[in-house]
């Protein structure tokens, strides 16, 4: 009943986002998933003043993890990933820049952390795509991640990328600045409905996935990628495999399957992790190109 009525009344789902400070039910909910106990100093400090009951941001523990798992899964250099990782956190517009624009915000958190969104910005700024797809982009934490990847790969000669957001919520997308809107596409709609238009006539390096996680929105919008795919194409799981579609879409397509399971430090949710697969289109008359990228394979 709730979840019909969002979906009916965009302006009820705003004002419900606004409130979430004060949706300590929807918190404790969050806390008994995740199998927290609520007396916990870390758990009780979420249910009384964090603002966020879903698409949470946390600082990453395991960051060491995620070094290793870019090694292994985009057959990046461990050095060249671990210098990444610390660009992203001496970026102004995730520390300073964003900090001035939630500052006031009662429902945001004052400089959210980027958490598993630091594997993102790893992707784009390793693989260097032309054209990323983000569904499902809520707040805008996520897209500006990938802009700001995007924006420092043009700078550095790289190609004159554009990010593709979609989101049922016409409000969605509030941390992406107006000097970043430049190289966004921001298309109001649910993904089955217009992810196909989005990107007609184009190829596709990356899509981030984190619409509802259902086997019907997987399907398609996992299909729609590989049809409009380009010659390496990367599809990342934000429902950390929760439905199996893009493991069986490896198994048909030969690629192999990646998970990242991400620990966040002083926060209580535990999420499902995210799983990573990359595709790759064989050169004309040529013969399959293999999907696994070879463990410490430099990337530039």
């Known amino acids: 009943m709730k979840e019909a009525l969002k979906r009916r009344l965009p302006a009820f789902r705003v004002a419900w986002r606004r409130l979430s400070r004060l949706r ?14 609520l007396l916990d100093p870390v758990t009780l400090r979420y249910v009384l003043t964090d603002p966020e009951v879903e698409s949470f941001a946390y600082d990453l523990e395991n960051t060491d993890e995620l070094v290793t798992f ?40 004052t400089q959210p952390p980027l958490g598993q969104r630091l594997l993102w910005w790893v992707i784009v700024r390793a693989r260097k795509p032309s054209l990323i797809v983000e569904t499902g982009v809520y707040e805008g934490l996520g897209s500006l991640v990938l802009l ?8 550095e000669g790289g190609p004159d990328a554009r ?20 190289r966004w596409e921001k298309v109001v709609g649910y993904s089955t409905d217009v992810l196909e238009g989005a990107i007609a006539g184009r190829r596709v390096d990356l899509l981030v996935h984190d619409t509802p996680h259902t086997r019907e929105i997987q399907e398609h919008e996992f299909g729609v990628a590989l049809r409009h795919a380009a010659d390496e194409l990367t599809l990342v799981d934000g429902s950390g495999g929760t439905v199996d579609v893009l493991g069986r879409l490896c198994g048909e397509h030969g690629s192999r399957l990646w998970h ?14 995210v799983d990573v697969a990359t595709f790759r289109q064989p050169p004309a008359g040529g013969e399959p190109v293999p999907a696994d990228p070879a463990p410490g394979a430099g990337a530039s």
């Open 24 to 37: 300590w039910a929807a918190k404790y909910r969050v806390v008994r998933y995740s199998g927290g106990r």
């Open 148 to 155: 700001v990847a995007a924006e420092r790969n043009a700078a």
């Open 163 to 182: 990010v593709v957001g979609i989101d049922a919520d016409r409000h969605a997308g509030r941390l992406v600045p107006e000097h970043l809107k430049h």
């Open 260 to 273: 990242f399971a991400p620990r966040p430090r002083r926060h209580p949710y535990r999420p499902q992790g």
């Open 70 to 109: 870019c090694v292994d899964a985009l057959g990046l250099d461990a050095a060249l990933v671990r210098e990444l990782i610390a660009e992203a956190a001496r970026e102004p517009e995730f520390t300073t820049l964003l900090r001035a624009r939630t500052r006031w915000a009662f429902d945001l958190k």
